[in-house]
């Protein structure tokens, strides 16, 4: 077999397990986005595919003892999914994608990376890290780094000493009650945090200064119970679904510019705690409220193309919550309007909702 067949096999097999095995959620629920054509590494594990041993006698290569490095990909080394309780040591210079995912790593030595100064991607997800034994230091150095995954571990803390190229950083299914004030001050090319299943109850005012960048934040699955105030302003993505939120002041999403996508579904949302133009954001192209307490459709802002209100207990429609007025002239963006599981039939929609609605692809009731 030469290297392009063993290729070939690899990105089939690759495609089947990521559909079948749910990989995404290895990498705290959003998907990644390798670039072949720039000549990036498999993100998928090779464990079970190929004797180790062949990796090592075709590759004259150094590798570490613990892991596999395919010559396709001479500057991936992995060493997922073996029972590691340390990092290994003698990484090669060349490393910059470092697979160390489903081990039971718990700590991370000031000189962890020591040897590896090249990293760019870094994947810890599941293993057992724990604040207090991630030096300070271990990341510092690492200026390439620019994708870090440490989703499914035992952090109660942000790790100190973040490098400031980070791109991503992936934080998902830790124990976080408290992210520390101008943790990620130097981050400002940051496009992606995933803080979701951890246990934030409150954002300080200085806790994301300097996310100049970001463009997804994820802060599902926290105990957050007010509507957090100080979130960084070019998010375009934010989502803050399964909290215990009650509802949203005129204020709380001035100011967000790019917001276009919001989740809010699997919350305490209701009417009585959300001021009448909460939503009233023109920037905004999707709103799920599913899964909450609402017995009216909020104001909706014109250019809204899905609106997700299942599971409520919405008991009518108003036409006004899409349209300020009915005519020719203004109508409603929207294309997906979900209203089932609420206490509304087909028959009760008022006279006129069409000639809002006129470009409605589909309506759920
Ligand atoms: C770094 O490389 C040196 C020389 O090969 C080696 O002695 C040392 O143990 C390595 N350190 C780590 C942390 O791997
Ligand atoms: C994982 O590490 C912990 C503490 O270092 C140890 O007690 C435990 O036995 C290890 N588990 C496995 C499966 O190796
Ligand atoms: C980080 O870089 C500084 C300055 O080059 C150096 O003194 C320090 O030992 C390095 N730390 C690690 C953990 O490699
Ligand atoms: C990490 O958390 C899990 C789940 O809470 C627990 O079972 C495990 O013992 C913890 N590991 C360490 C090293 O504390
Ligand atoms: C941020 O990104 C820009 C553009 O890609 C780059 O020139 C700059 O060096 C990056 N900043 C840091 C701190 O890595
Ligand atoms: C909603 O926003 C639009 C556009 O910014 C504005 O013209 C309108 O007055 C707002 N409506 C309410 C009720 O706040």
Redesign the pocket.
Known sequence: MDVHTILLVLSVTELSQASSLGYDYDYGGVPLWINRLLGEPSVFSLQGRMAPGWFRAVNPQACPVECDCPIQWPSAVYCDQRGLGHLPVDLPPRTQYLFLQRNNISTLP??AF?NATQLRWLFVDHNQLISGLVAK?AL??LSHLENLFMNHNNLTEVPAGLPDGLRQLRLAHNQIQQISSRAFHNLQNLTLLLLQGNQLKTIGEEDFTGLLSINLLDLSWNHLAEFPKYLPPSVQQLYISKNFLTGLSDESLQGFRNLRHLRLNHNQLRNKDLAPSAFNLTSMVELDLSYNQLTSIPLMPSTLQYLYLEANHIQEFSVSSFCRTLGPMDYSQLRILRLDGNKLAYHQLPPGWATCLRVLHRIFI
């Open positions: 000031a000189d020591s230091t510092a150095n």
